[in-house]
């Protein structure tokens, strides 16, 4: 098992920046990807940024530029950096591990064996 826990949630102006964290404890291993997700009110949860661990990133096109997902191995910490909010960025954030050590098709939720409880970020224009 792998618990997943979300910080750095908030409420920000538009044009803001924020940092989530998500903290992994129990059978993590530095060989995990780690993805980051988010629903908001009334829409289906979505890809956000993905990291493998090697490294190699992926974001949606939606926040390509203006975030950007990082891990800290030694902390079992990921991490998602997000300059540049909208309000269109208003969500519920979760974070998610895949235990499969391949590192593909990470953008589908599906792919994903843990998730974290999620963590509010409200972005006002």
């Known amino acids: 098992q792998v618990q997943l826990v979300e910080s750095g949630g908030g409420s920000v102006q538009a044009g803001g920046s924020l940092r989530l964290s998500c903290a992994a404890s129990g059978r993590t291993s530095s060989r995990h990807s780690m993805g980051w997700f988010r629903q908001a009110p009334g829409k289906e949860r979505e890809f956000v940024a993905a990291?493998?661990?090697?490294?190699?990133?992926s974001y949606a096109d939606s926040v390509k530029g203006r975030f950007t997902i990082s891990r800290d191995n030694a902390k079992n910490t990921v991490y998602l950096e997000m300059n540049s909010l909208k309000a269109e960025d208003t969500a519920v954030y979760y974070c998610?591990?895949?235990?499969?050590?391949?590192?593909?098709?990470?953008?589908?939720?599906?792919?994903?064996?843990?998730w974290g409880q999620g963590t509010q970020v409200t972005v006002s224009s």
């Open positions: 990291i493998t661990w090697s490294r190699v990133t």
């Open positions: 998610a591990a895949d235990t499969d050590y391949s590192g593909l098709y990470l953008r589908l939720m599906e792919k994903y064996d843990y």
